[in-house]
């Protein structure tokens, strides 16, 4: 069975970078689009970035335009979230997406002022 996991969150001070993770186990990742969400407690589900299966295009939010960016290595299947600047409004937890094989468990982001 195919999982997502993802890695690469913590605690940091704004205006640092982190490099979150998705790495796909089980089946090959370059047949799927991925997306990373991220929830803060209480709140929906916002969409963050996105990647093409081949890592073509990418699209992101408003939000994270400029500071975040998605790219995927297939080799190693697995998708990478590059985070700078980061602010406190990015702590939430931040999950990775891929239809046909569903949701990680999630890393926690958090964003000291």
């Known amino acids: 069975q195919v999982q997502l996991v993802e890695s690469g969150g913590g605690l940091v001070q704004a205006g640092d970078s982190l490099r979150l993770s998705c790495a796909a186990s089980?089946?090959?990742?370059?047949?799927?689009?991925v997306v990373w969400y991220r929830q803060v407690p209480g709140k929906e589900r916002e969409f963050v970035a996105g990647?093409?299966?081949?890592?073509?295009?990418?699209h992101y939010a408003d939000s994270v335009k400029g500071r975040f960016t998605i790219s995927r290595d297939n080799a190693k299947n697995t998708v990478y979230l590059q985070m700078i600047s980061l602010k406190p409004e990015d702590t939430a937890i931040y999950y990775c997406?891929?239809?046909?094989?569903?949701w990680g468990q999630g890393t926690r982001v958090t964003v000291a002022s």
């Open positions: 997406h891929a239809n046909g094989i569903g």
């Open positions: 990647i093409t299966r081949s890592g073509g295009s990418t």
């Open positions: 089980g089946r090959t990742f370059s047949s799927y689009d």
